[in-house]
């Protein structure tokens, strides 16, 4: 299988620190990256700027907890991937850390890769940001957008779109609409959409995920369709199923 960080372009000679943001397996991506990475003999810090669960134990990532950890103390760690949260809530996430923290981070030159999830989808495949969303460190330098494909063919609910209201609002839908291609597409392109807020140096790839069947890849076809259809061009489209 291809590596996720190939498909996406990453120079692994070049230091980045990468956003997901979107619904529909950002966790998975995230630590499939930065295994990806870490396996290419990189120093990987997996972070958010919202809240992640805590890393299960078969992920074999170092884990740092500390509110206002100066920088520096970040050289002591060697090799592999760490994962850090500023706290640990009663629900077991860990919370996020300071964009701009991140981007004092980054220029410490520390870690090889940065590895960001920028916003929260409470586990829907499909999501619309809030105004005060996502939040992304202004030095990410690549941004990976994802959709759940598993969302097309059901209805604009709760259930399947994070901030429904909001998404209907930006695709000019109704509340129970048959999700679909163009409405995805809209989501994408829209300024207000998927790739909301992200720097304007940042390279911007769609991450089209969950493709389980024939069904989720003619769903892709088509969203790649609308997508140039609207003249809409990102640096990149990938069409996958992610796992650990």
Not at 13 to 25: F, N, R
Request: net charge neutral.
């Amino acid at each position: 299988m291809e590596s996720l960080y190939s498909q996406v372009n990453i120079d692994i000679w070049k230091k980045e620190m990468i956003c997901l943001v979107g619904a529909g397996g950002k966790t998975s991506a995230m630590f499939r990256l930065a295994k990806e990475l870490s396996s290419a003999g990189k120093k990987v810090l997996v972070t958010t700027t919202t809240a992640i669960y805590y890393p299960l134990e078969n992920q074999n990532v170092q884990t740092v907890i500390a509110d206002l950890l100066l920088p520096d103390l970040f050289k002591s760690i060697r090799s592999g991937i760490t994962v850090y949260g500023r706290a640990l809530s009663k629900e077991g996430k860990l919370l996020g850390v300071n964009p701009e923290f991140l981007d004092t981070l980054f220029l410490k030159d520390i870690f090889d890769y940065i590895i960001v999830e920028g916003d929260g989808s409470r586990g829907r495949p499909l999501k619309a940001p809030a105004e005060h969303e996502p939040v992304i460190p202004s030095l990410a330098s690549r941004v990976l957008g994802l959709v759940g494909l598993d969302c097309v063919g059901k209805k604009v609910y709760p259930e399947n779109v994070h901030r429904p209201e909001i998404f209907c609002n930006i695709t000019g839908c109704r509340e129970g609409d048959i999700i679909d291609a163009d409405m995805i597409g809209k989501l994408i392109a829209h300024e207000e959409g998927l790739f909301k807020a992200v720097p304007s140096r940042a390279k911007r790839y769609v991450v089209l995920n969950k493709a389980d069947g024939e069904k989720e890849w003619s769903a892709a076809g088509k969203i790649i369709q609308r997508l140039s259809d609207m003249g809409y061009e990102p640096d990149g489209i990938v069409v996958t199923k992610l796992g650990m």
